[in-house]
């Protein structure tokens, strides 16, 4: 357990992750590329009373494991590994965007924003 938990930067860790998520709001806000994502994902962008709660915590979860998966990558002096691990993951995202027959715009929007998390996650390590 001390591999993942000894000299990481929990403040780089929680910043990432939150950072990433204000930034995924942003992405797919009608501000950056929502409309087009939602209509590519048949889906209508709603109100903030109308969000999913439980994709939006799913998705906090997540980005703060990945921020997590970050911080040991750093605190280990393995950043290229979590590069690796990122261009797979972008890989196999814009692979289940082809499965399910999404348009490449959709599919640049989705893979687009997880580089984006990935670089605030990497910034965030690299500042705390």
Known sequence: MGEITMGVSWLGIIAGAIVAFLAGWLWFSPMLFGKTWAAGHGVELGTAQSMPVGAMVTQ????????????????????????LAVVAFCALQASGGMFTRKSGTVIAIDVGYWLVAAVIMFIAQAIF
Do not use: D, E, P, R
């Open 60 to 83: 906090a979860i997540g980005l703060l494991l990945l921020s997590w998966f970050v911080g040991v990558m750093a605190a280990g002096g393995h950043l290229m590994t979590f590069i």
